[in-house]
T-cell receptor, first 113, second 113 residues
């Protein structure tokens, strides 16, 4: 089976940098994804890493180390609108062409002025 | 933009009732998923479908069944609702290609009394 660990909550001020770590244990690994969910809203896709290294998309970056079973999401130049929950998820190769995802418990990020 | 629509935002049912949660997507996606979301537990996969009339159990299928008679529609059925099925239910869809992201609906908050 799959299991993922991430911190439950992080608090930071506007303009700061936050790193959300995710460690995983999987029977088979095909990629690490990150999703953002605002209160009352639907989770939305942020990033996907299949290979080791850093992927940058604007203020957000995601990193993966397959040898360490570890990844992180880096939020830079924090803004109030970044207050949300962030979930890491691992892709499992099932019959659904590998799109079956197992999610971590989520990290609630609170941005203060 | 992909749209995943869940028929009800809030639902209150009594213990023992049969409950239907409906989900429709408008982007001709092959894959559809039902997750439940509980605080601290993240999103847990109940069932998924990779084609019409096809279904696969997720991590927590007990007490649930699903139906996919048409490509755009995926229904979650609680045969006899119980209080421990009080939760937020999220439907998602994706293309079948390997790293295609999941697109989520806004969720149905089900309360079983």
């Amino acid at each position: 089976g799959q299991s993922l660990e991430q911190p439950s909550e992080v608090t930071a001020v506007e303009g700061a940098i936050v790193q959300i770590n995710c460690t995983y244990q999987t029977s088979g690994f095909y990629g690490l994804s990150w999703y953002q969910q605002h209160d009352g809203g639907a989770p939305t896709f942020l990033s996907y890493n299949a290979l080791d290294g850093l992927e940058e998309t604007g203020r957000f970056s995601s990193f993966l180390s397959r040898s360490d079973s570890y990844g992180y999401l880096l939020l830079q130049e924090l803004q109030m609108k970044d207050s949300a929950s962030y979930f890491c998820a691992v892709r499992d190769r099932g019959k659904a062409a590998g799109n079956k995802l197992t999610f971590g418990g989520g990290t609630r990020v609170l941005v203060k002025p | 933009d992909v749209k995943v629509t869940q028929s009800s935002r809030y639902l209150v049912k009594r213990t023992g009732e049969k409950v239907f949660l409906e989900c429709v997507q408008d982007m001709d996606h092959e894959n559809m998923f039902w997750y439940r979301q509980d605080p601290g537990l993240g999103l847990r996969l109940i069932y998924f479908s990779y084609d019409v009339k096809m279904k696969e159990k997720g991590d927590i299928p007990e007490g649930y069944s699903v139906s996919r008679e048409k490509k755009e529609r995926f229904s979650l059925i609680l045969e006899s609702a119980s209080t421990n099925q009080t939760s937020m239910y999220l439907c998602a869809s994706s293309l079948s290609t390997g790293n295609s992201p999941l697109h989520f609906g806004n969720g149905t908050r089900l309360t079983v009394t």
